[in-house]
């Protein structure tokens, strides 16, 4: 017999993978919760223009696709609740979430939609230049960035791998590295030496970014201490993500070795009526439209476990 909850569900984070899981248990009449600990949106609300998103031809702001997505679920009475959830407890077959204020609440299954956060350099210009040429995903900005003279930071997959994919567009990739050696694999390494339109700089790193309106160019200073500037246009920080799991008993929902949520095909974790939807999952593509989605999957996932538990 199962105890009973204050919700069927709750969603924990209210980025685009919690709000459409969210829309979908609004609308198919789940008794739901979304709680948030900031303002609905998540990594979007720092988005300046999304052009990847479909449904919209022309491309859109980041707020304004926020804004519609809030008010989609919205119009089907989602219940929000403004608060941080500070522990979680998932151990009984009723799940219960602690907040800020020390309310507990309970629900009889979770979709985790916490996110993730762009590593950041932490240099002089990097926050005001962000989104006005510095910038954390090559995907989402890329093309913004057609016959320019850009600059990446790292050395891990990540870094290599994108730069290749850049000179799509700039006509001119260095990437910038604090070593004189990468850690991507041999095989993306050799794909990028072999652009004539990256170039290395090695044993160097960005002190800071410089620009008016949008990026002009960078200092460097190389591991001897010298300065120099490179004029740029764009600035690709690609120096890792960092999973939103502070909270997270990763051990009990699985995880991989970088604190990201392993799941099924269906978003569930190793702990039946736990779901886990978004950047916090452990996936190779991190998007607007893929945390949507799967925002989908796990509210009817959800749903499937309810209909399976006996009142
Ligand atoms: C600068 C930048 C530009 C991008 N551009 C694009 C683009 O052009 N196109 C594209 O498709 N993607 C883009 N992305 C990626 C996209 O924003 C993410 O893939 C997407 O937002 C992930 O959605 P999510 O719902 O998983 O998580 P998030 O958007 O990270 O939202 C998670 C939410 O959970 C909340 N939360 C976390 N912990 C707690 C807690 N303990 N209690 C309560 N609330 C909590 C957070 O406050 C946050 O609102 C960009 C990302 C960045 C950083």
Redesign the pocket.
Known sequence: MMAKADYQLII???????LTAGLYAARDRLKALL????VL????L??DW????PGFPDGLSGFDLVEKMAAQAARFNLETKYR??TSLELSEETKKLILENGETLTCQSLII????R?NILGVAGEEEL??KGV???AT??GPFYRDQEIIVVGGGDTAVQEADFLTKFASKVTVVHRRDELRATKILQEKAFANERVEFLWNSQVQEIKGENGVEKVVLRDNNGNISEMAVTGVFVLIGTIP?NE?LPLDQLGGDEYGFILTDQEMRTKIPGVMA????RSKAV????N?AGEGAVAAIAAEHYLGGLKD
């Open positions: 924990l984070g209210g980025g685009p993978g919690g709680i948030e600990k900031g949106g998540g990594q979007v720092v988005t999304i052009d990847n998103y941080e959830v939609a916490t996110g993730a762009p962000t989104g910038s954390y995903c989402c900005d939103n909270i939807v978004g950047d916090i991190r998007q607007v439209v945390a």
